[in-house]
C-alpha cells in the first residue's frame, strides 16, 4: 500500500485529532515521515480546492469540513438519522463518485456493510453489482438534499 494513502485513511477514519505517534504506531511508518506525508496532505488538498481540510498541529493532524460547508453538511444530521460512521462512508461515496464497495475495506475498520445497507435503505446510495463486488454511487438524493451539482451523475441516476 502507498504510505500516503495509509496515512489519509487513518486520518480519514479517525474523525478527530490523531496523533503522529499512533498513525505510525498503526501504518507502521516513522513519526517523521507521518509528519511530511501529513504536510503533503495538507498541500494536496488545499490546491485540488477541497471542501476538506488538513490540519496540521505540533503533536497531531486531522481532517476536517472547511467552515464554509458545516452549514451544508449539517443538514445530514436534520434530514436523515445516519450513524458517524455511514456518514464517514457516504461522504468517501461522494468525493470518489464511484466506488466499490470491497475498496472501502482500505479506509474503514470493522464492519461496512450493515452501514451501506443503512445509506441504501435512506436512498443516499445506490449500488449495482460488479463481479464479485457493488459499485457504490451517491443518488439524485444525495445531490439534491445536500444541493450539490449532479453533473455527470445526472444521467446515470435518473
Known sequence: MDEKGMVEAVIFFENKSVEYEEVGRITGIKVEKVKEIAD?????????????????GDKSVSMQVKSEYVKLVSKIA???????????????????????????????RGEIYSYVKELKDQEYVTSEKTGLTRTLKPTKKFYETFQMELGSEKEENK
Not at 436523515?80 to 461515496?93: D, F, M, P, T
Open 78 to 108: 436534520e434530514n436523515a438519522e445516519l450513524s458517524k460512521k455511514a456518514i464517514k462512508i457516504l461522504g468517501l461515496i461522494a468525493k470518489k463518485k464511484s466506488i466499490k464497495q470491497s475498496e472501502l475495506k482500505n479506509y474503514f
Open 40 to 56: 503533503e496532505l495538507k498541500k494536496d488538498y488545499a490546491e485540488r480546492n477541497t471542501a476538506i481540510e488538513v490540519i496540521i
